[in-house]
């Protein structure tokens, strides 16, 4: 290596270094960053807490979605059955209608085809519901 590229590289490194003493200000010291991270450690401690905070009352909430939908399943069931015996009773009314319109309609036929009784008149209940 001859004197002239000698002489280039301590001028480069010159360089670098008047660089470095640049940055070198604006660099934290070992104290100043451990105040710093103890900064930043408070900081992160409250965003934890703020978190476990949200936490909670998305843990309350869902409890109280969950016994909301407990009561409204339970109240489905209550009117479901309710339904269930309504459409029983209903059901019931209509077989006895049935059986009772079979009665009538077989009482019809007989009347029709046996020409010797006379025409019956009203019941008493009958001439007072007319009325």
Known sequence: MDGAELEQRLVDAEHRLT???QILPTLLTRAEFKIAM???DRQFGAVDRRFDQ??????RADAAAAKRAEELKHHFDVL?????SDIR??????????SRLEQVESRADRLENSPSVPPRQPSARLRRKSR
């Open 38 to 40: 103890a900064a930043l």
């Open 19 to 21: 660089a470095v003493e």
């Open 80 to 84: 479901t059955e309710s339904l269930r």
């Open 89 to 98: 009773i209903i059901a019931e009314g209509h077989v006895s209608l049935a």
């Open 54 to 59: 949200i936490v909670r009352r998305f843990e």
